[in-house]
Structure formats: structure tokens, C-alpha cells
Nanobody, 118 residues
Framework: QVQLVESGGGLVQPGGSLRLSCAAS????????MGWYRQAPGKERELVAS???????NYIDSVKGRFTISRDNTKNMVYLQMNSLQPEDTAVYFC????????????WGKGTQVTVSS
């Protein structure tokens, strides 16, 4: 059973930064491309950033240049550094194995709430 625990969210003012962490069970991180997803109120969960085993990264256009995804295979951890946060980044953030659509995944952690507001 996949276990994922996200942390690091909080309330931040526009322009601020947060660093999210994801602890994964077993060898999930070392054996998979990983992704960070988010779900805003009333919206579907979306893929925000992904990182391959070889550390190639990809981002949705709205976060390019502001977010950075990284991984530590030895610690089974995935991170998301978020800079220049904007109100539209407000959402619950989740990590999981990379899939082109979140609907392909059935096991999720609780996520971590990120709220960007003045």
C-alpha cells in the first residue's frame, strides 16, 4: 500500500515562498517518476510539476520559473519549492507517482493546504 505524507503548507502573503515536502513509503520515489498535484476549491485535481528518475522536470505554464520540484531517492522524499506565490496558487497540494492524469491514481495522502492571501 502506498503511503504519502505531505507537509510544509501554510498561509503566506502574495510574493512569498513555501517549501513542500513529501515522504513516501517503500521505494516509491526511487522507482517512479513523481509529481506534485494540487486541487483548488471547486476544481479538479491537476498535475503541477513532475520529475523523472533521472531528474528531468516539467511544469505547467502557470508555475514555470516560480516552482522547482526535486527528489532525494535515498530518503524517499520529494520536494516542491514555491516562490513568488500568487492567490491563484491557493489549493491543497499532493504528491504521488507521476501520471498524465490524476484520475489514474487511487491512493493519495491527505495533502497540505497552501493559502496565498494578504
Amino acid at each position: 500500500q502506498v503511503q504519502l505524507v505531505e507537509s510544509g503548507g501554510g498561509l503566506v502573503q502574495p510574493g512569498g515562498s513555501l517549501r513542500l515536502s513529501c515522504a513516501a513509503s517503500g521505494g516509491i520515489v526511487s522507482m517512479n517518476a513523481m509529481g506534485w498535484y494540487r486541487q483548488a476549491p471547486g476544481k479538479e485535481r491537476e498535475l503541477v510539476a513532475s520529475i523523472t528518475i533521472g531528474r528531468s522536470t516539467n511544469y505547467i505554464d502557470s508555475v514555470k520559473g516560480r516552482f522547482t520540484i526535486s527528489r532525494d531517492n535515498t530518503k524517499n522524499m520529494v520536494y516542491l519549492q514555491m516562490n513568488s506565490l500568487q492567490p491563484e496558487d491557493t489549493a491543497v497540494y499532493f504528491c504521488n507517482r507521476y501520471r498524465t492524469t490524476p484520475r489514474a491514481l487511487n491512493d493519495w495522502g491527505k495533502g497540505t493546504q497552501v493559502t496565498v492571501s494578504s
